[in-house]
């Protein structure tokens, strides 16, 4: 029999489970859609996440980031997917909002206007920009399991005819002589740590990304689909416990006695 897949908020363990139903997102927001409809990748379900390429709506040249995104094509996939990658980066850089003005979720447009460091809207803003450039591109979700509140949000695109990792954050496209696909980090992190060392040289810093893929979950984004749910919303209890605390990397709300 074949194991069931781990979905939704329960892809990961039960203390995951807590945080993320705690995401500062609207609950009826696209980017709780997204979080309720992940799969977690593991070694059963693997064929079936990979079985195909993500499909872009045929619609999408009317999306309002279409013309935008026409502005960072470039002079192949691997070089538009670094442009994207450093207009996304270049926002996150630029974002200065303290924890008591945070904005979550809205628009593709309104995060660009706004600007935001915050993992999941950067990817979402992402994902968009690639779609609109014929690149089809998935949100990935990462868990160190091992650690409390050691999560991150990337995206996986198929380009040169196989998958690859990008962080829409630090501008980071995981490629040795080919992109490298969610799989393959969840057995070889040091290919991250590589990766990741070309732009960061905190070690802790990096030592905490290559432990983000020890679990991975992926979900799939259709930013044309009219039922999505643009709300916006501000930093909620649960979070502003989180970001003002020094948690060390353990649970500080009972989230793995719940």
Known sequence: MVAMAKTGYKAF??????????????????????LKTMVRLDKTHQGDLYQKVPSIATTIKDHPLYPIAQALKGANDKATIQNVLDFTKKLADLADAPLDQMVFGGTELEIIARKSDWCSDLTRLGVVLLQCLDIPTRFLYLANLEKAYHGHVVGEAYYENTFGVIDFTYGVAIYKEAPIAAHILLNQPHIAFKA???????????????????????????????TNNY????????????????????????????
């Open 13 to 34: 363990n039960k203390a995951y489970e807590v945080m993320l139903k705690n995401d500062p997102h609207a609950q009826k927001s696209i980017d709780h859609h997204l």
């Open 231 to 258: 709300q916006k919303s501000s930093l909620n209890r649960y979070y502003k416990t989180l970001l003002s605390t020094k948690h060390q990397g353990t649970w500080l709300m009972g989230e793995d006695q719940a």
């Open 196 to 226: 990741y060392q070309k732009y960061i040289s905190d070690t802790t810093l990096l030592n905490a990304i290559t432990g983000y893929f020890k679990a991975i979950a992926i979900s799939h984004y259709n930013p044309m689909d009219p």
